[in-house]
């Protein structure tokens, strides 16, 4: 697919949720992120689990058992 662009052919600005790690906010992570048109938004920290609630209805369950499939078939 291709990205929608603005009436100057340019990208439309993205926006990129990410949690407060401190290797998500490089020097080079954020000028990258500009130069692609791309807005980087921190979490607040310790809300994880309340703003991205797919963690807790999808792919927490998900990974759970997923663990327990690979702790069965060793």
């Not at 807005?39 to 703003?51: D, E, N, Q």
């Amino acid at each position: 697919t291709s990205l929608a662009t603005d009436p100057d052919g340019k990208p439309e600005r993205a926006v990129l949720l990410l949690d407060g790690h401190a290797t998500h906010f490089t020097l080079e992570s954020v000028q990258l992120a500009e130069e692609n048109n791309i807005t980087l938004i921190k979490l607040p920290a310790h809300t994880s689990h309340i703003l991205q609630p797919l963690d807790l209805s999808c792919f927490g369950p998900w990974h759970k058992h997923l663990g327990k499939a690979l702790v069965s078939y060793q």
